[in-house]
C-alpha cells in the first residue's frame, strides 16, 4: 500500500525565513505526490503535485517541492516565509486505481507556524 | 469556474435527525468524493462516486447515505448520527482518468450531533 510520512507535527519559522516541510513516500511504482494546505476551518487547497519530470516543482503562492527518489522524500519549501502561510499541510500519495478516479492517502499534517 | 461548493456550512442535529448535506462543482469532474475530517487529522475518505455511480464505499455505517443525482451534484443523507460522527465534511470533486489529476476541495460543512 502506499504511504507518506510527515514526521513534524509542527514547525515553526520566523517571518522572512525559508522553511521547509518534510514528507516521506513509500509506494510501489511509480509515485504521484501531492501538497496541500488547509486554513483554520477550511478545505484544503492544491498546491502542488509532482508526477515525472523534474525534480524541482513549482507550485501556488511561492512554494515549491523537491522530490528526491534515492531519498524517497518530497519536501515542501519557500524561500521567505510569511505570517499568512501559517496552516496545516498535507503531504498525499495518490493510490492506484482501476477506475481512473483518484484515491490519495493522506498524511497526519504538518502545523506551521510563521512567527513574526 | 473552478469552486466546489457545500451547504450549510454549520449544521447542528440531534441524534434523531434526518438532514443532508450537498455539494456541488461546475468543472465537468465525473468524480466526487466524500471525506470526514476530525480535527487536526487527515481527511479520511468515505465515499467516491465516479460517473455518478458509486465506486469505493470505505466501510461507512449505513447511517451515512451518499446520493449522486447528476455529473455536478453530491448528497450525503444522515440519518441517527451518533455524537463520534461530529466532524468536518468535506466534498471533493478531480477528473477522471489521468493520473495526475488533483482534487478540488469544497470548505467543508462543520457537523455538530448532539
Known amino acids: 500500500a502506499q504511504s507518506v510520512a510527515q514526521p513534524e507535527d509542527q514547525v515553526n519559522v520566523a517571518e522572512g525565513n525559508p522553511l521547509t516541510v518534510k514528507c516521506t513516500y513509500s509506494?510501489?511504482?511509480?509515485?504521484?505526490l501531492f501538497w496541500y494546505v488547509q486554513y483554520p476551518n477550511r478545505g484544503l487547497q492544491f498546491l502542488l503535485k509532482?508526477?515525472?519530470?523534474?525534480?524541482l516543482v513549482k507550485g501556488s503562492y511561492g512554494f515549491e517541492a523537491e522530490f528526491n527518489k534515492s531519498q524517497t522524500s518530497f519536501h515542501l519549501k519557500k524561500p521567505s516565509a510569511l505570517v499568512s502561510d501559517s496552516a496545516l499541510y498535507f503531504c498525499?500519495?495518490?493510490?492506484?486505481?482501476?477506475?481512473?478516479?483518484?484515491?490519495?492517502?493522506f498524511g497526519i499534517g504538518t502545523k506551521l507556524q510563521v512567527i513574526p | 469556474d473552478t469552486e466546489v461548493t457545500q451547504t450549510p456550512k454549520h449544521l447542528v442535529m440531534g441524534m434523531t435527525n434526518k438532514k443532508s448535506l450537498k455539494c456541488e462543482q461546475h468543472?465537468?469532474?465525473?468524480?466526487m468524493y466524500w471525506y470526514k475530517q476530525k480535527a487536526k487529522k487527515p481527511p479520511e475518505l468515505m465515499f467516491v462516486?465516479?460517473?455518478?455511480?458509486?465506486?469505493i464505499n470505505e466501510s461507512v455505517p449505513s447511517r451515512f447515505s451518499p446520493e449522486c443525482p447528476n455529473s455536478s451534484l453530491l448528497n450525503l443523507h444522515l440519518h441517527a448520527l451518533q455524537p463520534e460522527d461530529s466532524a468536518l465534511y468535506l466534498c471533493?470533486?478531480?477528473?477522471?482518468?489521468?493520473?495526475?489529476?488533483?482534487?478540488?476541495f469544497g470548505p467543508g460543512t462543520r457537523l455538530t450531533v448532539l
Open positions: 468543472m465537468g469532474h465525473r468524480a
Open positions: 471533493a470533486s478531480s477528473q477522471v482518468g489521468s493520473l495526475n489529476n488533483e482534487q478540488f
Open positions: 509506494v510501489s511504482g511509480n509515485p504521484y
Open positions: 498525499a500519495v495518490r493510490d492506484m486505481t482501476s477506475g481512473g478516479y483518484q484515491k490519495v492517502t
Open positions: 509532482y508526477i515525472t519530470g523534474d525534480n
Open positions: 462516486y465516479s460517473y455518478e455511480k458509486l465506486s
